[in-house]
Nanobody
Framework: QVQLVESGGGLVQAGGSLRLSCAASGRTFSGTAMGWFRQAPGKEREFVAAISWSGSSTRYADSVKGRFTISRDNARNTLYLQMNSLKPEDTAVFYC???????????????WGQGTQVTVSL
């Protein structure tokens, strides 16, 4: 019963940065792990990053390690994804999700946002 709304997507040149936000609401937000996934046209939805409720545990896809940083501000009920050194292959619709534990599997998340488009140009 978590409602999620992403924002912050847009068009950026390769090498640039974007920060995505995911505003969460609902009674099940407390105690949840959260993650970011992305889906490009013709491809399956893939894991990007995840974070525990406390923020003490994080996971990243190998393709984004060293470039992306996931964080959360529980006081604001907001999840973030700071994306630096963006590449054209990062172009996708990015989705935030909420689940009971940190996982790289999309099947472990119960609630999903509507997605926000990220386009990285040459």
């Amino acid at each position: 019963q978590v409602q999620l709304v992403e924002s912050g997507g847009g068009l950026v040149q390769a090498g640039g940065s974007l920060r995505l936000s995911c505003a969460a609401s609902g009674r099940t937000f407390s105690g949840t792990a959260m993650g970011w996934f992305r889906q490009a046209p013709g491809k399956e939805r893939e894991f990007v990053a995840a974070i525990s409720w406390s923020g003490s545990s994080t996971r990243y896809a190998d393709s984004v390690k060293g470039r992306f940083t996931i964080s959360r501000d529980n006081a604001r009920n907001t999840l973030y994804l700071q994306m630096n050194s963006l590449k054209p292959e990062d172009t996708a619709v990015f989705y935030c999700a909420a689940g009971l534990s940190v996982s790289a599997s999309r099947f472990q998340y119960q609630s999903w946002g509507q997605g926000t488009q990220v386009t990285v140009s040459l």
